[in-house]
């Protein structure tokens, strides 16, 4: 079973930046797709950014230009730098990863964007 952890967030003020990283308990092959969700208070969790062999990152309308997914296979870790901060990109941050038909998800950390 893989374990996720998430690291790298905290309290930014609007117009500052950030970079998540999440690192797998065990080798992800480079064909697993691996996400960044969000979950903002109040609301459904939602993915924000993905990455997938072969094809370009995806991201969502609202952090196109701003955020930027990646991954280190050999490292075992997804990151995603995060600019240009809103206070509506306050949430919880989730990594996760689909692997042999299973989906594997961190615990998330906590960006909380505020002056």
């Known amino acids: 079973q893989v374990q996720l952890l998430e690291s790298g967030g905290g309290l930014v003020q609007p117009g500052g930046s950030l970079r998540l990283s999440c690192v797998a308990s065990e080798t992800i092959l480079s064909s697993d797709p691996m996400a960044w969700y969000r979950q903002a208070p109040g609301k459904e969790r939602r993915m924000v950014a993905r990455i997938r062999s072969g094809r370009d990152p995806e991201y969502v309308d609202s952090v196109m230009g701003r955020f930027t997914i990646s991954r280190d296979n050999a490292k075992k870790t997804v990151y995603r730098q995060m600019t240009s901060l809103k206070p509506d990109d306050t949430a919880v941050y989730y990594c996760?990863?689909?692997?042999?038909?299973?989906?594997?998800w961190g615990t998330g950390t906590l960006v909380t964007v505020s002056s």
């Open positions: 996760n990863v689909l692997e042999n038909g299973i989906t594997y």
